[in-house]
Each structure stands twice: as C-alpha cells, then as structure tokens.
C-alpha cells in the first residue's frame, strides 16, 4: 500500500511541476505612474497599444523565444503560442502595419533595458529587484 502511494504522490508531483511553475512578473521603467490590467498589457504586446494610459509613448522589450518567460507571457497574457505569436508578427511585417517588439536575452538584460528607457514596459521570470517597477504578476 505504501509503494501505491508513494507512486501516486510522486505522480502528482510531476504532473504539478510539468505545467506552469513560476510567475512572470510585468515590469516598467520606475517612474511610469500607469495602471495596466491584462487586456492593455495584451495590447501594447501585440502592437495594438503605441502608449501607456497616462499617453506616455511605449517601448515594449520581449524575450527570446524558448526562454521559461516567454513561454509563460504568451500563454498567460497574450493567450497564444510561440507559433500562433510567430505568424501573427509575421503578416504584420510583410504588410508593413507592425514591428514585434525588440528581443532581449534573459531576465538582466529585460531589467537593465526597462531601468534604463523610460517608457519601457518588459517582463521577467524572477526577482525585479529595486530599479524597475513591477505592475503585474500572473
């Protein structure tokens, strides 16, 4: 009976640790005073947003495709997949109506571009530490 719990238990263990296991954190440049919900958030990501709701212009800093972040942003926020988002950019670009938002790798280089560009908005796996301001977790 042991053995059957024991394999129940670390079956379930797993099951929890294959799907989602971390929170990405949204971040923006410390002095943008905005208030974003998901939907805004979608937006300026998707190209569809050009500045916060304070009407400050938004440069918006994504990160590499594979990384956990990015991965759990696109499910999360976006509600698309790697390859949904890809063909998306892509039909944008061929008709000129929109450039994907620039690719950053890593979670330091996410902080140092949004601490550094106001008007930066990003989002990262980890800790956000004091030089940028975290507006949303999901």
């Known amino acids: 009976m042991k053995k059957v719990t024991l394999g129940l238990s670390l079956a379930l263990a797993s099951a929890l640790f294959s799907s989602s296991v971390f929170a990405v954190n949204v971040i923006v440049h410390p002095s943008n005073d905005s208030n974003l919900d998901q939907s805004t958030i979608s937006r300026i990501f998707l190209g569809k947003a050009k500045a916060f709701p304070n009407g400050t212009s938004v440069v918006p800093f994504d990160q590499a495709e594979g990384a956990g972040a990015t991965e759990e942003f696109n499910e999360k926020v976006l ?24 690719k950053l790798d890593g979670d330091a280089a996410v902080i140092e571009k949004v601490a550094s560009t106001p008007g930066a908005i990003g989002y990262i796996s980890g800790d956000a530490g004091g030089n940028v301001k975290v507006v949303a977790t999901f």
């Not at 509600?79 to 620039?102: D, H, I, M």
Request: net charge positive; hydrophobic share 25%; proline share 8%.
């Open 79 to 102: 509600n698309r997949s790697g390859s949904q988002l890809k063909a998306y950019w892509s039909k944008l670009v061929f008709t000129g109506k929109g450039t994907p938002p620039e």
